[in-house]
C-alpha cells in the first residue's frame, strides 16, 4: 500500500501495526511511515504534520528513536495525533534515548560510556572524551530534546495515554515483543509502552 501525506491509501486500515519513523529498519506486517523517499516506507509522511490516518484505525503503534529528533511542543502534538489514531485499549511502543543515563555514565563510568560509543556509536569525536560524547550525544542523528524517564512520562500524560516503563523486548503485548532495535548492551533507550485507556 503506497500512500503520501495526502493518506491516500490509508483510509481502509483498521486494527492497524503503524511504525512511526521506522527508516531502513521497516518492520514485516507492519505499516512503516517515514519521511525518508530511499527507505521506501508504505506510507510516506511528514510526521511533524497531521497523521494522514483515521481515528482509531491503530491497534499498535511503535517508534524507536524518533520522537527525540522533535522539540518538545511539536513531540507533544506527535503524541496527540498518536493518540488520535491509536484506538481505545491499543498500544503504542516508543524508545527514545535517556538523557539521565547519558549523564550519569559521564559522572559515574566515563570509561563504559567511551567503550559503549567506540563499539556502538562509532561517530567520530576529536578528542573521544566523555564531555565531547556528550555534547555529539545530545546532536547527532538529529537529536534535538532527549528525554528522561520523568519528562517522558508527564508528556505522554499530558497527551492522554498511560506511560509504563518498560524494559528492552519486555511487553504485556506479544505484537509488541522482539521488535527494539537498540539493547542496553549497545545503546541508552528508555523503552516505554503508552496505553491508550
Ligand atoms: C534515527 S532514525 C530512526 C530509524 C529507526 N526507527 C531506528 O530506530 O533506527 C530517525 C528516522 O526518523 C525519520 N524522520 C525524521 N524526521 C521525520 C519527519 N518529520 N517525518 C517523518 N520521518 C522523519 C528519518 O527519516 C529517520 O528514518
Not at 576529536?126 to 564531555?131: E, I
Not at 495515554?161 to 503485548?173: D, K, L, M
Amino acid at each position: 500500500m503506497a500512500a503520501n501525506a495526502s493518506g491516500q491509501g490509508t483510509r481502509h486500515l483498521n486494527n492497524a501495526k503503524i511504525n512511526l519513523g521506522s527508516g531502513h529498519w521497516k518492520f514485516e506486517g507492519w505499516v512503516n511511515v517515514d519521511l525518508d523517499q530511499d527507505s521506501r516506507p508504505e506510507v510516506l509522511a511528514d510526521l511533524s504534520r497531521a497523521l494522514p490516518f483515521r481515528d482509531g484505525c491503530a491497534a499498535f503503534m511503535h517508534t524507536e528513536d524518533f520522537i527525540d529528533q522533535l522539540e518538545l511542543d511539536a513531540a507533544a502534538a506527535f503524541l496527540r495525533e498518536c493518540h488520535r489514531i491509536l484506538r481505545p485499549g491499543g498500544v503504542f511502543r516508543v524508545l527514545t534515548p535517556d538523557v539521565h543515563q547519558l549523564c550519569e555514565m559521564y559522572v559515574n563510568r566515563p570509561d563504559d560510556l567511551k567503550a559503549l560509543w567506540r563499539d556502538h556509536v562509532r561517530v567520530p569525536l576529536t578528542f573521544g572524551t566523555a564531555a565531547e560524547i556528550v555534547n555529539v550525544g545530545m546532536r547527532f542523528a538529529g537529536h534535538t530534546f532527549l528525554y528522561d524517564a520523568e519528562t517522558f512520562t508527564r508528556l505522554a500524560e499530558a497527551c492522554g495515554f498511560e506511560a509504563r516503563r518498560v524494559g528492552f523486548n519486555e511487553s504485556e503485548f506479544e505484537e509488541l515483543r522482539g521488535l527494539d532495535l537498540r539493547s542496553p548492551e549497545t545503546a541508552i533507550s528508555l523503552y516505554f509502552d503508552l496505553y491508550k485507556l
